[in-house]
């Protein structure tokens, strides 16, 4: 990391512990109050005390390309050298990083930002895993955050039908949000059908390898029937909902999940008990530590 313009640089893993508001001006007193606010150690703050009121965190940036962004998130003045691109149809645009990251935000929270991915038939238990693990974790003392499908459809994506384009546009969008939801440090659990290998597994290519869990709801379309909550089932066999999954439009079972829950008639585990599974698997793989 390269510290650029006229500032100092103080490193938090000073100063974390202490309490300057006695020996310090008020101008440096700004300086440690957004210090503990962000909670992050190994923060490098730096601020230009001898001419502004408010002492702001400014921190260097980096491109993807490397080249040192001299912009601020502070909103100093003075030379910038930026990057600008072309996303898709977002043409002439900057990413602005910030000078707090997701390693502060995970230290902050003492876990690791992933996104548990749940996937399987209408009625297989994904939303009842989904509330059995946001409860375990927050028992646990760990932040997590539920993107349900038929919830997300409330909203974000009620301007999406059910054919196929549009559940590729419905999983793009979920992902999208999960991931800045993994950037904030949450362990973020999107829980939707998601019938389509190739839309899961663009998903899973956003994030860096190992923070994309893939869990499969492995239960036969039979059972899932059988359970017919919403009574779904019995209206797509009707003929009532045309292009229902199982029933008049395909699946596709993920081949390589990180984890597989598999339920059969009289062999079904309790969803806490899934949700064990799920937890243990975090654990292991140091998600539920910074
Ligand atoms: N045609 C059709 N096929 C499948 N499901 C249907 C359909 N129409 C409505 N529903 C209800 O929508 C819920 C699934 O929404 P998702 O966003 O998870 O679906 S998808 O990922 O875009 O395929 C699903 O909720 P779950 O039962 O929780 O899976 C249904 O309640
Ligand atoms: N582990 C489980 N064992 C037995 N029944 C379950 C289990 N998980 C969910 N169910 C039941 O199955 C039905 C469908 O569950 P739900 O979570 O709504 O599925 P989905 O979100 O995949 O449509 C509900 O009636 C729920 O009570």
């Not at 923060?43 to 260097?60: E, I, N, Q």
Request: include cysteine.
């Amino acid at each position: 990391m390269t510290a650029v313009g006229d500032f100092r640089m103080l490193n938090l893993s000073k100063f974390s512990d202490l309490d300057f508001s006695e020996v310090l001006p008020a101008k440096l007193t700004v300086v440690k109050a957004a210090l503990l606010y962000s909670g992050c150690k190994k923060l490098s703050m730096c601020g230009s005390g001898a001419r502004s009121s408010v002492l702001r965190p400014v921190k260097a940036m980096e491109s993807s390309t490397g080249d040192v962004l001299t912009k601020d998130c502070g909103g100093f003045p003075g030379k910038s050298k930026v990057q600008i691109t072309t996303v898709g149809d977002s043409s002439n645009i900057v990413w602005h990083k910030s000078s707090v990251e997701k390693s502060d935000r995970e230290e902050l929270l003492n876990q690791k930002g992933c996104i548990i991915w749940i996937t399987g038939l209408s009625g297989s238990g994904k939303s009842t895993l989904a509330c059995a693990l946001s409860h375990a974790l927050h028992a646990r003392g760990k932040l997590s955050y539920i993107l349900d499908g038929d919830n997300c459809r409330h909203g974000l994506n009620s301007d999406l039908s059910f054919k196929a384009e549009d559940r590729a546009e419905n999983i793009r969008r979920i992902g999208e949000v999960a991931k800045l939801f993994a950037d904030s440090g949450v362990i973020c659990i999107a829980s939707l059908i998601s019938p389509y290998r190739k839309d899961r597994d663009a998903c899973r290519a956003l994030l860096p390898e190992g923070e994309f869990i893939e869990v499969y709801m492995d239960v036969p379309l039979q059972l899932c029937e059988t359970r017919d909550p919403k009574g779904l089932y019995k209206l797509a066999r009707a003929g009532k909902i045309k292009g229902f999954t199982g029933v008049d439009d395909p699946y596709e079972p993920p081949l390589n999940s990180e984890i597989v829950l598999c339920q059969r008639e009289k062999m079904c585990d309790s969803p806490n008990a899934l949700a064990e599974i799920v937890i243990l698997y975090l654990e292991r793989k140091g998600y539920l530590e910074a």
